[in-house]
């Protein structure tokens, strides 16, 4: 069974990570209590019964936005199961993940020690996990790119995801300008295991649906989606949704990423030097400004002395 997990590594990155594993049950952890509405039902540990008001009370507006977004409703009722993270590592079995969502029960599974270590992660996690079991609810597995999943997921949680600064920002950037980012045919059905190329996978997953909301609209995005729902291959609905092939979308993302981070990487590289130069023409400005009023300040003086008084 695929699930869905969401990752926080250490330095802040907020990324996630898909693994593979046979889902046990979390009845038998969840001894505490149940919260409930008509829309969602939240099983907790003990000690964890504040965290779960607080997934109760965000989950309605989380809930509109996604709605809103895609335009599809989210029209399932959702279990919510709160973990500590001995629970949620016996479950994950050393995987690092701070969530996961289990589109086949309506299920997301969260390691609250994580949203601990990262304050206000907590509506960014509800609501990327909520966007992949909405996903799936519309669309066939078989039918939904791994990476399309995924970047939507991210775009929509607005995640920063440090894609272009610090160190695995750099990576990303000399992929971007090497050409040697990976083909999304390589990222359909999974990503890769490793680390860096896992957080390579995710950054370009992220960058291109900022690119197709940013070329397309969201109109295009949600053309896109409904097309795959009905049943399209991928090439077709890109085509049919786009009006381009899969592999100029593929091109066209590149080249547009190529001249950002060049841009990016010419403003970090120059920083100093745009600085210095910003910071003299300020000089110049405020020294021709004091020259004008020094100027208007002798021509008021010469008029008052021309001035006749009676």
């Known amino acids: 069974m695929n699930l869905i997990s969401r990752s926080v590594p250490h330095k802040k990155i907020t990324l996630f990570f898909i693994v593979l594993l046979l889902f046990p049950s979390t009845s038998s952890c969840l001894n505490a209590g149940q919260i409930s509405t008509a829309a969602i039902v939240i099983e907790f540990e003990d000690g964890l019964e504040r965290v779960s008001e607080k997934v109760l009370a965000m989950y309605p507006a989380l809930k509109s936005e996604i709605e809103h977004t895609l335009d599809w409703p989210l029209d399932f009722r959702i279990h919510v199961h709160m973990l500590h993270r001995a629970a949620f590592q016996n479950i994950m079995k050393g995987k690092q993940a701070a969530a996961y969502a289990v589109p086949e029960k309506h299920l997301i599974v ?23 079991l909405l996903l799936h609810h519309h ?58 190329s896992v957080l390579l996978a995710y950054a370009q997953s992220k960058s291109v649906v900022e690119y197709l909301h940013r070329e397309y609209g969201i109109s295009g995005l949600r053309r896109l989606l409904k097309t795959l729902k009905a049943g399209e291959t991928l090439q077709n609905a890109v085509f049919n949704s786009l009006s381009l092939s899969l592999a100029d979308l593929e091109k066209a993302w590149q080249a547009h990423l190529k001249k950002k981070v060049t841009w ?32 208007a300040y002798k021509d008021d003086e010469a008029d008052l002395n021309d001035t006749d008084f009676l």
């Open 110 to 132: 969260i390691d609250t020690s994580k949203i601990r270590e990262t304050p206000f992660s907590l509506d960014a996690t509800l609501k990327h996990e909520m966007t992949h």
């Open 139 to 196: 669309i066939n597995t078989g039918q939904l790119p791994k990476w399309l999943d995924e970047g939507i997921a991210q775009w929509i949680s607005g995640e920063a995801t440090e894609i272009l600064s610090g160190g695995k920002g750099k990576r990303f950037q000399q992929a971007g300008l090497s050409g040697r980012l990976m083909p999304l045919s390589r990222l359909h059905t999974h990503f890769p295991e490793d680390e860096t």
């Open 264 to 295: 990016i990487a010419f403003l970090g590289n120059n920083l100093m030097l745009l600085l210095f130069t910003f910071g003299g023409l300020l000089t110049v400005y405020g020294f021709i400004r004091f020259i004008i009023k020094k100027r």
